[in-house]
Each structure stands twice: as structure tokens, then as C-alpha cells.
């Protein structure tokens, strides 16, 4: 059974830095592509990041460009994502959700229950 | 403001066939597939269609989808009480080279 579990979430006041971690069972980590996509409270789904299988391709949201850094270790089977700079408008529910392909297109399969990310002084 | 729009709400009573549409722009739906996600109140979004029109197993085919130019919909026929749920479309959109979703339908089965 697929599985990913997000961890790492908590209160950190403006300017602090979290780094969440996802951790991914039941299947072979390292053939997927994975995201972090957020929800701030009572608002809508928001892209957050994508990492390529190897580590080596990565891409962000404008959002969080230059502030937040995805990052995995395939043998560990474990996605993370480094917060710096964090700003109230950061807070969300951050899911980890893996990308499966068909015939070169891609979708979000399977997603995590997410983790509670407040930004508050 | 979403890059993909949708409408806010819809509604339907226990039967009726409801539809939820999404528009997008030739970088995004005009340019990539369109998948759709609900979310029911407290969990996490779970994938509902994908590549326009497809079905992952275990979603009934009571939920079809479709895409034509830069907009796409979804149709739940039979609605039930357990469709409540808050439903999202997502594309890739090329010029952003990001993921897109819609800002999301709160459906609601009167």
C-alpha cells in the first residue's frame, strides 16, 4: 500500500526556518517524481515544489523561490523541504504527493495527510 | 486569484447530474492535460481523474470529465450525500513551468 507521511510542521515566528519531512512506503521511491503542494486555512490548493527523481531537477513556485529549498534522499526513501524566511503567508497544510506518468503526462496519485505549517509571532 | 477558474459552489439534490467547469488559457489547459481532485472535509485531496478523462480505479463512473480547448468540466451523475466535497482541477501550465490548480467548487447535496 502506497504511504507517505508528512512530518515537521509546527509554530515558528516570521523570518524562522522548518524543515519538513515526507516519508514515502510501499513503493519504489526513487522511479517517482515528487511535489509539495500547500493549503493555506480555508483556501484552495497551491503548488509548491517538484524534485526529479535523481535530486538534480528541481523547480519552485515564485511564491517560495529563493526561500525554500526540496531536496530527497532515495535511500532513505524521505522527501524533505527546507523553509527559510518564513512569512505569515506561509501558513498552510503542506502535502507530499507523488507524480505518476502515463505516456508523459503527469498527476498527483497519491498524497500524504499533510502537515500544519503557522507562521505567527 | 487561481490561474485556472472555477466556480466557487454548486449544488444538486440526491440523483441529479451536476457539472463543475474549469477554464484555463492556451499555456495551461490548452497546452497540457487536465486532472481532477476532490477533498472532503478534514483529508487530503485524492486524485479523481487524470489525463483529461480517465478514471483511477475504485472511482465510480458515475464521475466522467472532459477537456476542449482551454477549458475542461467534470460531471457527477447519481449524485449521493458522500460527494460532498470540495472539488479541484489542475493543469501544467508551460509558460509558468508550474503546476495550476483551480481555486476549487465546494459542492454541496441539498
Known amino acids: 500500500e502506497v504511504q507517505l507521511m508528512e512530518s515537521g510542521g509546527g509554530l515558528v515566528q516570521p523570518g524562522g526556518s522548518l524543515r519538513l519531512s515526507c516519508a514515502a512506503s510501499g513503493f519504489t521511491f526513487s522511479s517517482f517524481e515528487m511535489h509539495w503542494v500547500r493549503q493555506a486555512p480555508g483556501k484552495g490548493l497551491e503548488w509548491v515544489s517538484y524534485?526529479?527523481?535523481?535530486?538534480?531537477?528541481?523547480n519552485y513556485a515564485d511564491s517560495v523561490k529563493g526561500r525554500f529549498t526540496i531536496s530527497r534522499d532515495n535511500a532513505k526513501n524521505s522527501l524533505y523541504l527546507q523553509m527559510n524566511s518564513l512569512r505569515a503567508e506561509d501558513t498552510a497544510v503542506y502535502y507530499c504527493?507523488?507524480?505518476?506518468?502515463?505516456?508523459?503526462?503527469?498527476?498527483?496519485?497519491?498524497w500524504g495527510r499533510g502537515t500544519l505549517v503557522t507562521v505567527s509571532s | 486569484q487561481s490561474v485556472l477558474t472555477q466556480p466557487p459552489s454548486a449544488s444538486g439534490t440526491p440523483g441529479q447530474r451536476v457539472t463543475i467547469s474549469c477554464s484555463g488559457s492556451n499555456s495551461n489547459i490548452g497546452y497540457s492535460i487536465v486532472n481532477w481532485y476532490h477533498q472532503l472535509p478534514g483529508t487530503a485531496p485524492k486524485l479523481l481523474v487524470y489525463?483529461?478523462?480517465q478514471r483511477p480505479s475504485g472511482v465510480p463512473d458515475r464521475f466522467s470529465a472532459s477537456k476542449s480547448g482551454t477549458s475542461a468540466s467534470l460531471a457527477i451523475s447519481g449524485l449521493q450525500s458522500e460527494d460532498e466535497a470540495d472539488y479541484y482541477c489542475s493543469s501544467y501550465d508551460g509558460s509558468l513551468r508550474a503546476w495550476v490548480f483551480g481555486g476549487g467548487t465546494r459542492l454541496t447535496v441539498l
Open positions: 504527493a507523488r507524480e505518476a506518468r502515463y505516456n508523459g503526462d503527469g498527476y498527483f496519485d497519491f
Open positions: 489525463r483529461n478523462n
Open positions: 524534485i526529479g527523481i535523481s535530486g538534480s531537477n528541481t
